[in-house]
């Protein structure tokens, strides 16, 4: 693959998202109840979709305009569009319903999403190293090793290339004195 041409995987934008919220998440405390004020107020505990748990009407709407609508029953599973202190806003076939928090599973949904981000949050605090003490100034600096290229010698024998028909190996002592700047990993199940 060549990494010039290839874009960012949608995995990736995620775990970014989720770096990002990580970082910006409030201290809500675990113990705190969740209440529809505190999810409205907190973005980043939005869960994506609902379920609505009681029957409703959608607006059927034909080149933008309303023609007529339909009777969905309970437990229809709409995306989130706001969440708002009066309701939960979702996109219903492309109208904007509004719902009762109570006739909803929001809060039972935002406690899933901010435990998941939590238990993210801890072990992001968990991975991260902790200071070095810096070394007593008596101490002596350590010579320089001779600079070795770790990535190539773990690579050898693990290279193969695709050249338009079939996979064939890829030395890696051809790329011994290249100066690598970027790695970049991707999943296909992302």
């Known amino acids: 693959m060549d990494l010039r041409t290839s874009r960012p995987s949608r995995c990736s934008y995620s775990i970014c998202l989720v770096t990002a919220v990580i970082l910006l998440l409030p ?3 675990a ?5 529809i004020d505190m999810v409205a107020a907190t973005r980043a505990i ?4 609902v379920t609505v748990n009681v029957a409703h009407q959608v607006p059927l ?3 933008g305009k309303v023609s007529g609508s339909m009777q969905v029953s309970p437990g229809r599973v709409y995306p989130v569009r706001s969440i708002e202190p009066r309701g939960v806003v979702v996109d219903a076939m492309g109208s904007s319903l509004t719902f009762p928090p ?8 935002a406690e899933t999403v901010r435990t998941h981000l939590q238990a993210l949050a801890a072990t ?19 010579t320089a090793a ?5 990535i190539v010698d773990r690579l050898n024998g693990k290279l193969v290339i695709y050249n338009g028909s079939s996979l064939e190996r890829f030395e890696a002592s051809a790329l011994k004195g290249k100066r690598y700047l970027a790695v970049y990993f991707s999943a296909s199940w992302c």
């Open 102 to 109: 109570a006739d909803t599973d929001i809060l039972a949904r």
């Open 124 to 142: 992001r605090t968990a991975a991260t190293p902790q200071a070095k003490q810096s070394p007593s100034p008596a101490a002596s600096k350590p």
């Open 61 to 63: 709407l034909v080149n």
């Open 31 to 35: 113990q705190d109840t969740l209440t």
């Open 46 to 49: 939005w869960p994506r979709e």
């Open 146 to 150: 001779a600079p070795t290229n770790e």
């Open 27 to 29: 201290a809500l405390s």
